[in-house]
């Protein structure tokens, strides 16, 4: 792996390293000192051209973690607002001899422009690119999900995969690089993914994706799903009348208290809430079903650090001359992908 | 006990047998329990992989010495590779897992084992990495081979067997534990001579 850049092109093998990896992460942040010297003089340059809370603040403390230098850049107060173009800031970044260089863009594919331009050499990580992908947001899902799903089935996550699971995505699945995300990883991973949502809010081709589409949340829910994932109502990427009001959306769309109540009564004890926030607290999901036990979103926000400090470990760490994954001397042991030929080259 | 290798230009010689493995084996258990003058405050952490298979049996030989000892909780794994120098050199290594026994290392007598002792870094490695886990009061190291061409000022405490090696050759342990060859778990020490 040279950039992570979609979940679309990850091989089922990627993927999993990368979670395995994110796995031995998690017990780093557990330990008293939270600090490895593995990416020791290297620099990360978080290149961010659209708000973000947690994903830039997760992505700071990952490279901290591992001992990286860590730029922060954000388009607000930089040339960018004096009309810089992508290029000539990518080359900046250059000159300064960045080794990863992290991006949010609200173009869609800007990160796999900034890969494929040569303009700079470092390893590039798309940290949410307009409506396209974000792969970290759904790595971070992943690993959530399989650590929930080995719990329930008493193994231990390293290894896992997701077969078996059912993983339920609701709301604005038009707007959400998320959703697309965790459609091709989780599905990669060996779930099934159901998606739900009002029809003005899923895209064109929805049809042709690896999921199976409603267009009633109480329908979908009936489906007995392991996981409901709530998306976040994109109002600053609505600009035409998507659903009547919110309100409707709510009551329609929302995971209301109501439906908290009916995972009880159809018997689902196992069955977890999750969110990419931020929430929309009473639109999307209401704060009983946020706050409730089944609610994973914290644990989402503290896994991301582990998943982002496996994706710089393994671009930044190894001989960048050798892209050569399976030259690894210490080979993936169990490859539970190993018989299928998903994800696997001949 | 020369064996013409099935693949050209390579020669095998096994060096230790399983009974050789297990004598080296029962021997170090017994010196560490002479040095430390009994079981107390002992852990073991063996360095992945084939570290961890041998600091079980050694803590199965001196739970077989001293009764009171649970094999279990003095033995631990510790990875390395986040602590490596040559990250850069080599291919992306994938991270395995550190487990440390329930009682931690704060002020224990943590004796390191490993499978090969050859330019020392893995114990340098190893050591930084102790160093972010606790304060053990003692580090000690124990290896089953020691081939020499040491490029860190650093010794092993017990050794299993000083095999004088060309840098040319390679020391390859086989660990029943680990290892499969030809189908059938083995316990061997080989040197492969390739020229």
């Known amino acids: 792996m040279k950039h992570l ?78 009309g810089e173009s992508l290029k000539d800031t990518a080359q900046t970044l250059e000159a300064m001899s960045a080794d990863a260089v992290v991006i949010r863009h609200p173009a869609s594919g800007a990160p796999a422009r900034l890969a494929a331009s040569g303009w700079i050499d470092a390893a590039v990580v798309n940290a949410g690119d307009g409506t396209h992908e974000h792969p970290t947001q759904a790595l971070l899902d992943a690993f959530t999900l399989r650590r929930h799903w080995a719990r329930i089935a008493g193994n231990p996550s390293a290894g896992t995969t997701l077969v078996g699971m059912k993983v339920l995505i609701v709301g604005d699945v038009l707007h959400s690089r998320v959703a697309r995300s965790n459609v091709w990883l989780l599905t990669t991973l060996g779930a099934e993914v159901l998606l739900a949502g009002p029809p003005t809010l899923l895209p064109v081709g ?141 | 006990m020369t064996v013409p290798a099935s693949e050209s230009g390579i020669h095998k010689r096994v060096v230790l047998a399983e009974a050789d493995i297990d004598r080296a084996l029962t021997r170090i258990a017994h010196e560490i329990l002479e040095a430390n003058k009994g079981p107390r405050d002992l852990v073991l952490l063996g360095i992945p992989r084939r570290g961890f298979p041998l600091a079980q049996r050694l803590a199965q030989k001196i739970a077989a010495v001293d009764p009171s000892v649970d094999p279990d909780l003095i033995t631990g794994q510790l990875d390395v590779t986040m602590y490596r120098d040559d990250l850069r050199r080599h291919p992306t290594r994938s991270p395995l897992a550190t487990q440390l026994p329930p009682s931690g290392i704060d002020d224990k ?34 290896v089953l081979v020691d081939r020499g061409h040491r490029e860190l000022p650093i010794r092993a405490d017990h050794v299993g067997k000083n095999l004088p090696t060309s840098s040319l050759e390679r020391v390859r342990v086989h660990l029943a534990e680990i290892d499969l060859i030809g189908g059938s778990a083995v316990d061997e020490v080989v040197i492969e001579d390739r020229t």
């Open chain 1, 5 to 82: 850049l979609s979940t679309q092109d990850l091989s089922a093998r990627n993927a999993l390293r990368l979670l395995d990896t994110a796995e031995e992460m998690a017990a780093v942040g557990e330990r008293e000192i939270k600090k490895l010297p593995a990416l020791r003089g290297r620099t990360v340059v978080n290149l961010f051209f659209e708000d973000s809370t947690r994903t830039r603040i997760s992505f700071e403390a990952a490279a901290k973690r591992l001992s990286a230098d860590v730029i922060n850049f954000a388009a607000k107060g930089s040339s960018v607002s004096k």
């Open chain 2, 109 to 142: 007598v943590v004796v390191l084992v490993d499978d090969v002792l050859y330019s020392g870094r893995t114990i340098r490695a190893g050591l930084d990495a102790l160093a972010d886990l606790g304060r053990p009061r003692a580090v000690r190291l124990a």
């Open chain 1, 206 to 346: 929805v049809g042709s994706w690896p999921c199976t589409v409603f267009y009633n949340l109480d329908d979908a829910l009936a489906q007995r799903p392991d996981a409901v994932m709530m998306l976040r109502l994109q109002a600053e990427r609505m600009n035409a009348a998507f659903f009547p009001s919110t309100r409707e959306y709510s009551r329609r769309w929302g995971f209301d208290d109501g439906r908290l109540a009916l995972l009880d009564t159809m018997g689902l004890d196992d069955t977890v809430i999750m969110h990419p926030g931020p929430m929309n607290r009473g639109l999307e999901i209401s704060s009983a079903a946020a706050d409730s036990p089944r609610s994973t979103v914290l644990a989402q926000v503290r896994n991301g650090v582990s998943v982002r400090m496996a994706a710089l470990y393994l671009l930044l760490s190894g001989d960048p001359q050798d892209d050569d994954d399976h030259s690894d001397d210490r080979p993936h042991q169990d490859d539970p992908f190993a018989t299928t030929p998903e994800g696997r080259t001949p």
